[in-house]
């Protein structure tokens, strides 16, 4: 089976930032996309940013230019830096691991940003 554990959400003021950490464990698949996704009180899950195995990555226009993935493909480890944050960047942020015959979610993380 496979395991993602989260961390490094918190309480920050607006403008402020954040790191947010993904160690993946388990029967991964050496070909693989993860990403970060949100979902705020009230609306959809929604796509923050992903990152392949090689390093091609895909943001959300929300996101561009303040959020950065990356990753350890060593460590099966994805992060996300999160920079100038906004109120409305509020929400639980989850990760996610995909390939062939996987697709394997984290329990969340909680990002609050006051204003």
């Known amino acids: 089976q496979v395991q993602l554990v989260e961390s490094g959400g918190g309480l920050v003021q607006a403008g402020g930032s954040l790191r947010l950490s993904c160690a993946a464990s388990?029967?991964?698949?050496?070909?693989?996309?993860m990403g970060w996704y949100r979902q705020a009180p009230g609306k959809q899950r929604e796509l923050v940013a992903t990152i392949t195995t090689g390093g091609s990555t895909n943001y959300a226009d929300s996101v561009k230019g303040r959020f950065t993935i990356s990753r350890d493909n060593a460590k099966n480890t994805v992060y996300l830096q999160l920079n100038s944050l906004k109120p409305e960047d509020t929400a639980v942020y989850y990760c996610?691991?995909?390939?062939?015959?996987?697709?394997?979610w984290g329990q969340g993380t909680q990002v609050t940003v006051s204003s």
């Open positions: 388990g029967s991964i698949f050496s070909i693989n996309v």
């Open positions: 996610r691991l995909q390939f062939p015959l996987g697709d394997y």
